[in-house]
């Protein structure tokens, strides 16, 4: 059964970190583009990051640029988000998706408008709230 699952999320003050995590099983994510997307209440999705299968190139919004580090760990199928100086506009659902890719113009596609659009799965997401 193929399956993204995510997880690490929580309550974090202003200022403060949270590790993000995509575990896949089912499928290998060696082959695959990896995004993190968010949707807050309200709000359309919104693209956060995404790193390619192919060199490991990571890409970024504007938004989490300099907060936000995406890296990947192709030995345990998982994948994770650090996500530091959290702001409460980062508050929202955080989704993982994987979309297969080899090749940097696949890869380049995929994650460089940060869409969400021809990503093959998709986890459940998980909640991270930035609260005083």
């Known amino acids: 059964q193929v399956q993204l699952v995510e997880s690490g999320g929580g309550l974090v003050q202003p200022g403060g970190s949270l590790r993000l995590s995509c575990a896949a099983s089912?499928?290998?994510?060696?082959?695959?583009?990896i995004g993190w997307f968010s949707q807050a209440p309200g709000k359309e999705r919104e693209g956060v990051s995404c790193?390619?299968?192919?060199?490991?190139?990571?890409y970024y919004a504007d938004s989490v640029k300099g907060r936000f580090t995406i890296s990947r760990d192709n030995a345990k199928n998982t994948v994770y988000l650090q996500m530091n100086s959290l702001k409460p506009e980062d508050t929202a659902v955080y989704y993982c998706?994987?979309?297969?890719?080899?090749?940097?113009?696949?890869?380049?596609?995929?994650?460089?408008?940060?869409?969400?659009?021809?990503?093959?799965?998709w986890g459940q997401g998980t909640q991270v709230a930035v609260s005083s």
């Open positions: 998706a994987a979309g297969f890719a080899l090749g940097r113009s696949r890869n380049a596609a995929l994650c460089g408008s940060l869409s969400g659009y021809e990503f093959d799965y």
């Open positions: 089912g499928f290998t994510l060696d082959s695959y583009a």
């Open positions: 790193i390619s299968s192919s060199d490991g190139s990571t």
